[in-house]
């Protein structure tokens, strides 16, 4: 069975050799260039990706975009920044093709130096307010995720800038989605973050991610 991989892409040029070399058979990268300054669309392309220009900023309005594109019955979502290996994806989307979840999350197990402090932080105060508010328990909000096209059309998730990878899992649990996740490796990026290897990348996000939760 084909696996689509969706990978938001803002000037990733660098990283996206590695990332689309490591792409496991049968699973077809989509990248989404984001606006990118740096030939990201054009390296994606050499690489054998499918590419589709979003010029609506936002992770957002990225991940949306290449949902819309998608055309498998089971669609993955995974930076293209080279922090998380395509190699593992089969990780998050063998339980879901096997019935056993409905979205199924790479929980971050980082490396030395992968993971600023402030954003590991964040990510676990996010998780907590989640929890207390009646979601899910989860660890991590995990940037390697796999569900159905269908149910994820379905969902109708409207946030276009950073509250969408949030706004996924309360929607999920909000259907009665089975929501779980996995350990996957969280290596040190290629390049310099522009969310969460700043404290104000962080804080954009986060605040993004407050509104969906109120």
Not at 90 to 101: H, S
């Amino acid at each position: 069975m084909a696996i689509d991989v969706v990978l938001p892409v803002l000037d990733e040029a660098q990283a996206l050799p590695w990332v689309l070399g490591r792409m496991p058979a049968g699973y077809r990268p989509i990248v989404v260039d984001n606006g990118s300054t740096d030939g990201s669309g054009d390296v994606a392309r050499a690489h054998g990706a499918d590419v589709v220009d979003e010029p609506r900023r936002g992770f957002g309005s990225a991940c949306h975009a290449g949902l819309a594109a998608a055309t498998a019955d089971v669609v993955c979502f995974l930076d293209a920044d080279g922090s998380l290996d395509p190699r593992q994806l089969p990780r998050v989307v063998d339980p879901v093709l096997a019935g056993d979840a409905d979205l199924m999350l790479g929980e971050r197990r980082a490396q030395r130096g992968a993971w600023p402090l402030h954003a590991r932080l964040g990510n676990r105060l996010l998780m907590r307010e989640v929890a207390r508010r009646g979601g899910p328990r989860l660890r991590d909000l995990g940037p390697m995720r796999a569900a159905t096209r269908t149910g994820l059309l379905a969902l109708g998730i409207a946030d276009r800038r950073f509250g969408w990878p949030l706004e996924m899992v309360v929607r999920a649990h909000r259907a009665g989605w089975r929501v779980a996740e996995v350990p996957v490796d969280y290596r040190e990026r290629t390049g310099r973050s522009k969310v969460t290897g700043t404290v104000r990348g962080t804080l954009r996000t986060v605040k993004d991610m407050a509104e969906v939760l109120s």
